[in-house]
């Protein structure tokens, strides 16, 4: 019997949940998924401005420096695909290979001044690209400005340069659009978003040299072999804090070099810095590639004091925030005070308190940020290990120095009295 032209009956509704959602989370690794996609991403802004338009508005950027094509050497028979092991791959877009340099030709509405103009090739991926992330990564042409990836200029003819740019082994595999950005003095300028220059980037074989499981070697680690999986990296590792500036470049601005690995015994016994001995296996190190931050930031003239607290789960306690002022003169702190829970692996849940007081503090003097911290704001965000994260940055507006200071805080199960 047939059915032909009767109409279908809609199936019925599911019914609606009941209760609480579930919790979405990424078990502890990222705060966010991972970013391997540009399915949900948002076109960054062709301009961005340094500052608030005056009263004619915001000049014109049509005097500087203009780009009028990029290519992408994407063709079956050219260099990239061809050194990539990619030419195979059924796609118009570029495809390459992580670790492994690859060219991009950029033309220009005039000859490229490599001491005067400003130029970078961003690489976004995903719906929130950070620097911090790995899913914003600006790639510079000259040695005096590099970023997690590295770039050159290989060629230049006229109007034309042609920039090789390295992925770094390990950044996140997947599909990313390409800018072109101009620093101005006003702001910066970018390239139309164009799906013909998304490039994909696949894992390495050609670059990866060979992966062992397992956990770190003691051996390896005494001879500065640290690039091995999977935590030999992280002892004796550096905090480093950074400030992005407007061009958006990272800027170092707080070099910690007792934080990690106070628990453990690879340090100088009674330190709580690392011995020469230590330092010169990491110098060996970066032979194996592993780089470390090398600059020393000037040290800002106000410190700030975290309290170590001794809490249970489910108390009420005071959080104080000190600003000591080390100076001869008075000191005035934008603060952001910033408390979440926080796993084991480090990565932030949920923020729980937020706080953006201005500080002032006179000469040779200290102040404190008194705030209650309630348990209700906190418990049910709780996850494995109990741990609370409170991160202090400001900026001193007398200096433009910046200041910074972190505390993971543990909360202790209650006590269990068993009488028999």
């Not at 502890?28 to 076109?43: F, M, Q, Y």
């Not at 401005?49 to 994407?74: C, N, Q, S």
């Not at 670059?207 to 640290?226: D, N």
């Amino acid at each position: 019997m047939s059915d032909q032209g009767a109409t279908p009956t809609p199936s019925t509704a599911p019914p609606p949940t009941i209760g609480r959602p579930p919790k979405v989370d990424n078990r502890g690794r990222t705060s966010v998924p991972i970013d391997s996609s540009n399915l949900e991403a948002k076109d960054i802004p062709e301009i961005e401005y340094f500052a608030a338009p005056g009263p004619r508005g915001y000049p014109p950027m049509t005097g500087f420096l203009d780009i009028w094509d990029v290519d992408m050497m994407k063709g079956q028979n050219e260099s990239n695909k061809i050194d990539h092991h990619t030419n195979l791959y059924h796609s118009d877009n570029l495809i390459v290979r992580r670790g492994q340099e690859f060219q991009v030709k950029i033309t220009f509405n005039r000859p490229y001044k490599p001491n005067e103009d400003k130029i970078a090739v961003e690489f976004v991926i995903g719906s929130n690209p950070q620097y911090s992330k790995g899913t914003y990564i600006p790639v510079y042409p000259t040695k005096a400005r590099q970023s997690y990836w590295g770039g050159r200029i290989t060629q230049t003819n006229d109007n034309v340069i042609t920039m090789g740019i390295t992925p770094a082994a390990s950044c996140i595999v997947g599909k990313y659009h390409l800018y072109i950005a101009v620093q101005t003095p006003f702001g910066i300028r970018r390239t139309k978003r164009e799906n013909s220059r998304d490039l994909y980037i696949l894992f390495n074989p050609w670059a990866a040299g060979m992966y062992r499981c397992g956990p770190a070697s003691v051996l390896a680690l005494k001879h500065g072999e640290i690039c091995f999986p999977f935590d030999a990296a992280f002892v004796n590792s550096d905090v480093v804090f950074y400030s992005r500036k407007n061009d958006g470049t990272m800027e170092p601005v707080k070099v910690n070099q007792t934080h990690v690995g106070r628990m453990v015994l690879t340090k100088a016994a009674g330190s709580e810095g690392r011995s020469p001995e230590e330092r010169t296996v990491l110098e060996k190190a970066e032979e194996f590639g592993c780089k470390r931050e090398k600059s020393t930031p000037p040290v800002a003239d106000v410190d700030v004091v975290l309290p170590t607290l001794e809490i249970s789960v489910g108390d009420d306690f005071e959080f104080s925030v000190e600003f000591v002022n080390c100076s001869d003169q008075k000191r005035t702190v934008d603060a952001y005070i910033s408390g979440s829970v926080v796993y084991y692996t480090g990565v932030s849940g949920k923020e729980f308190l937020l706080k953006t007081p201005t500080v002032t503090i006179q000469a040779q003097k200290s102040v404190k940020e008194l705030m209650t911290v309630e348990s209700r704001n906190y418990m049910d965000h709780l996850v494995e290990q109990a741990n609370l994260h409170f991160i202090v940055t400001g900026k001193i507006k007398e200096t433009g120095r910046i200041v910074t200071a972190m505390k993971v805080i543990t909360l202790h199960n209650p006590k269990l009295t068993v009488e028999v």
